[in-house]
């Protein structure tokens, strides 16, 4: 079921339905599962493509605290890209969010 739901999430942002990948991440989440590194990557990149940057944001700082998942360099560009895209790329920003 795990693989099975990240591959959802992984197929809906494939194919640009990013609001539909956000919400099987929340399914998920609700019925108990924890996301690994993949999942993440693609509801990071929901985000990004939706311009969320609160909900990117606040998924990203849930990895490690919440999730206990290390972000490697592909989230940490997504981030940069998202804070980028959408003007919010001012370092008090991004350094509230990622704890290296």
């Known amino acids: ?10 197929a809906h942002v494939l194919h640009g339905h990013t609001i539909e990948a956000l919400n099987k991440f929340k399914e998920m989440e609700a019925e108990g599962f924890w996301p690994d590194k993949v999942a993440f990557l693609a509801v990071l990149s929901s985000c990004r493509h939706i311009g969320d940057v609160e909900q990117g944001m606040e998924l990203f ?21 998202l804070l980028a895209r959408y003007g919010k790329s001012t370092i008090i920003k991004i350094c509230r969010y990622i704890h290296i």
Do not use: C, N, T, W
Request: proline share 3%.
């Open 61 to 81: 700082g849930q990895m490690k605290s919440k999730y206990r998942v290390e972000p490697e360099m592909d989230h940490y560009l997504l981030v940069v890209d």
């Open 1 to 10: 079921m795990l693989f099975r739901g990240q591959a959802l999430i992984s």
